[in-house]
């Protein structure tokens, strides 16, 4: 068998792998009984332990070092052997005995942070998040980096970035947008986000939100959309990616929004080819562009004037409580800026202000100036710098994300790095379909899903981001179209200069 076959059977059978797993999770989070998790847990780790060890095997490494420089692979093949190999060297860095043993810490932490944040008692997480930031650090370490250690963890998120990149893109979005939040809240007049509100049946809000995903070229063919009480999206196969959802009785931006937001991570995979699946490469460029397909769904379309002319009778037909709402009103209503202090709530003028202050406390964890001892205060003066309010206890502050306790620094600025690339590329989508607004106001979702699948979703993970960018839009990322986009859409909404 020569090596190109070789490699590609090695990568379909880990696809097939990582496929029983997505199932397997999917189940666990949407539909497993609660007794079912002991040995569910069993049989997750066996199969997981496999797909590892196919992914850091010596045949792997042999193949992709025979194949880097063959000039004859498919576009798709190439990026693979570079995503794959990039992988494999991280995995390979890492030496097994340490993986266990972060296994174990990893699931202890996490024990120890939901108890913690249950107490509202940052006490109780501290030595556990020393111990989670240590091998970090160590971490860092062994993928190795040029400037910052930081570097070496954001890789495995959002390749090609650093901790200089990012500060070059926040400087000038915090310098705009910080002013701009206080100008919207001294002197615009906040639109009436009581129209969302009120007491709606559940089973009809899920009907909505399969109407809404429908509407945007989600595939129910090749999909699926189940309660759970995190909502995610997940591939299980090329032609199987299923969409989770959860509803709040009293408020209905919560399912509805939440439902357009994993449409748009579900019609990224389901827009990508088969042959990505099974070349190991069905994740996307990176988390971040990963994340701006789902905000760009959530935000620029369904947070907008056109989605609600459109999507305000289908509204009524479900809830006709809203026969009378005005598009204009219940745009208003989606588009409140209330600076709060829990992350996933947050506005989108709000929103980056939560991962900017993540981004430089963890950074700062990750090379030493910073203390685990000292998070919780510094946490609470970045909040009053940035978003104007103060946790009046941990819970609400320092302790309520997970990621932390799973070790997984450098996660975060891809979320803030998803709304930038988001707006970069409406910009450009905007550019080459000038009647977007008119489209999608009459119900028309074609043309945006065609743009997105013709120079977003069929590359997968095939470039990395900052490549990406520069062959869409013919430049890396540049905070200022969110900036304008931001300025714009508020200033309008909140009837400001
Ligand atoms: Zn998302």
Do not use: C
Request: charged share 25%.
């Amino acid at each position: 068998m020569d090596t190109r076959t070789a490699y590609r059977e090695h990568l379909a059978e880990m696809a097939r792998f990582a496929s029983a797993l997505a199932l397997l999770g999917w189940d666990q989070h949407a539909h497993m009984p609660k007794k079912g998790g002991v040995f569910r847990a069993q049989v997750t780790a066996m199969l997981a332990q496999m797909h590892f060890e196919r992914g850091v095997s010596d045949d792997l490494g042999r193949y992709l070092d025979e194949l880097k420089s063959d000039t004859s692979l498919s576009e798709a093949e190439a990026g693979s052997v570079r995503r794959i190999g990039k992988e494999y060297k991280r995995e390979k860095a890492i030496p097994p005995a340490l993986i266990a043993e972060v296994a174990a810490a990893r699931s202890e932490a996490q024990q120890a942070w939901a108890q913690a944040r249950q107490a509202s008692d940052f006490s109780m997480f501290k030595p556990h998040l020393e111990k989670m930031v240590d091998y970090g650090r160590r971490f860092a370490d062994y993928y190795t980096y040029d400037e910052h250690p930081y570097d070496g963890l954001l890789e495995g998120f959002e390749p090609g970035m650093t901790v200089n990149q990012l500060h070059e893109i926040i400087e000038p979005l915090r310098a705009q947008t910080v002013p701009f939040l206080k100008k919207l809240l001294d002197e615009g007049e906040a639109p009436d986000p009581s129209l969302l509100t009120g007491t709606f049946d559940v089973d009809v809000q899920r009907k909505l939100a399969h109407r809404a995903l429908e509407a945007v070229g989600y595939d129910f063919d090749a999909g699926a959309l189940d309660d759970v009480p995190h909502p995610f999206t997940t591939s299980i196969g090329p032609d199987d990616v299923r969409v989770t959802n959860r509803y709040a009785p009293d408020y209905l931006g919560s399912g509805l929004f939440a439902a357009l937001h994993e449409g748009g991570h579900a019609i990224y995979n389901q827009g990508m080819p088969t042959d990505l699946f099974l070349l190991g490469i069905p994740g996307g460029s990176s988390n971040g562009i990963h994340e701006s397909q789902s905000r760009m769904i959530e935000n620029q379309i369904g947070r907008s004037l056109p989605f609600w002319r459109f999507f305000q009778p289908i509204l009524a037909e479900y809830f006709p409580q809203f026969s009378d709402a005005s598009p204009d009103d219940l745009y208003r209503a989606s588009n409140h800026v209330s600076p709060s202090l829990i992350r996933v709530e947050a506005d989108e003028v709000t929103y980056n202000f939560h991962i900017m202050l993540r981004f430089e406390l963890e950074a700062g964890l990750i090379d030493g100036s910073i203390r685990v001892a000292d998070l919780p205060r510094l946490w609470n003066e970045a909040m009053e710098r940035y978003v104007g309010v103060v946790p009046e206890n941990d819970a609400v502050g320092v302790l309520q994300d997970v990621h932390w306790s799973m070790g997984a620094f450098g996660y975060f600025p891809s979320y803030m790095l998803g709304n930038l690339y988001a707006a970069q590329l409406f910009d450009t989508l905007r550019q080459g379909r000038p009647n977007l607004d008119e489209e999608i106001a009459s119900g028309d979702f074609t043309g945006l899903l065609g743009w997105l699948r013709e120079h977003v979703h069929q590359y997968g993970a095939i470039y990395e981001p900052t490549e990406l960018m520069t062959r869409v839009t013919g430049k890396p990322l540049d905070s200022s179209h969110f900036v304008n986009y931001i300025q714009d859409k508020f200033s309008a909404v909140y009837k400001v200069k």
